[in-house]
């Protein structure tokens, strides 16, 4: 690479900074604005070999790509602040900046947020966009050789990316890096595919949750285990290990359990079902984590301590004591 391209990363979460390591891996400069983030943050920046910005402005005037990983409600304050950053910046750019919207929103949201990119249009490029899957992770030394010379980044185990928009990526070798996938031209259509996509995990989970901690309350938490490992062996499994996982995210997950509820009834359709509300499944989904996450004496540790539960039935156990008023 002659002139190397530059990505910034708003903001270095461990997804962020996860897909900052990929990108430098794979030859890229990745930049981030670090003013007032935590000493941990900083650190983590650093060990991910991100240089550090001061400013919004700086990111936006050195930066060929911005890629936006933050909190779905941080999602449009987020973006407004970019466009802000880009239309007071005097410096001229030879190629239009993209701005990547990676965040967990509906396409509705995401539509908002591509309508706010309309004064800036000529220097700056939105595109919708999610992510599948958890954080890329590096092969392991000595294996994966062989897949890196077919396609870059194809040794790294790494999610999906979904894009949209009327504007493709136009560096072809950063896209297979990044793992994308390009749906077309409509904004909203990446985002929406990502809902979907999520609300089939984030689903089962909660049922689970609810499941599980029911039956603790009725005393037959081990009975509902047996009977489910004979019957559902594949989903005792999975289920079992996912709701130990849960009490650090649960806080994370609620404003995107709203995002898939809006999806669900703005574009599938279910705001018009005959019984109104009540298809909203999502709404009393994002419930069952904010019970979690605000309630239960493991989510207010887990949160602090970033720790998972120890078992499902700890997790169980917690959830029944909070709806019982036993903290
Ligand atoms: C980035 O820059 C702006 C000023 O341009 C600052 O207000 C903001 O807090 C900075 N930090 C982060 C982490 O975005």
């Not at 996509?197 to 984030?202: C, G, L, N, Q, Y």
């Not at 689970?208 to 938490?221: D, I, K, M, R």
């Not at 009490?247 to 703005?266: D, L, S, T």
């Not at 279910?270 to 499944?281: R, T």
């Amino acid at each position: 690479m002659a002139v190397q391209t530059k990505v910034g990363i708003v903001s270095v979460g461990e997804m962020g900074a996860a897909v900052a390591k990929l990108l430098v891996a794979h030859g890229y400069t990745v930049v981030t604005n670090i003013t007032g983030r935590s000493e941990y943050t900083q650190k983590r920046a650093a060990a991910a070999n991100i240089a550090l910005l001061g400013t919004d402005q700086a990111l936006v005037e050195q930066a060929d790509y911005i890629l936006s990983i933050v909190p779905p409600r941080d999602a449009l304050a987020t973006a407004k602040r970019f466009v802000a950053a880009a239309s007071t910046s005097g410096k001229s750019r030879a190629q239009p900046l993209y701005y990547l919207d990676l965040n967990a929103v509906s396409p509705g949201r995401a539509k908002i947020i591509a309508a706010e990119f309309e004064p800036v249009a000529s220097s700056v490029r939105f595109v919708d966009g999610g992510i599948i899957g958890g954080p890329p992770k590096a092969p392991e030394a000595g294996i994966g050789s062989a897949a890196a010379s077919s396609e870059p980044g194809a040794d790294w185990k790494r999610p999906s990316i979904p894009l949209s928009g009327p504007h493709p990526l136009p560096d072809e070798h950063l896209a297979k890096v990044l793992n994308t996938r390009y749906l077309g031209s409509n904004v909203g259509a990446a985002s929406g595919l990502k809902c979907c996509f999520a609300s089939m995990i984030k689903g089962l989970i909660a049922l689970s949750l609810q499941s599980f901690s029911t039956a603790e309350s009725l005393g037959v938490y081990d009975e509902l285990q047996i009977a489910l490992k004979h019957f559902q062996p594949h989903i005792q499994q999975s289920t079992t290990r996912m709701v130990t996982e849960i009490p650090p995210k649960a806080g994370r997950w609620v404003e995107e359990m709203h995002e898939i509820g809006r999806c669900f009834g703005e574009d599938g359709g279910w705001n018009n079902a005959k019984g109104g509300d009540g298809a909203n499944v999502y709404e009393r989904i994002a419930e069952v984590y904010r019970t979690i996450a605000d309630d239960t004496v493991l989510g207010k540790e887990r949160q602090e301590h970033r720790v998972r539960g120890k078992t499902s039935e700890d997790v169980s156990i917690a959830l029944s004591d909070a709806l019982h008023g036993k903290e």
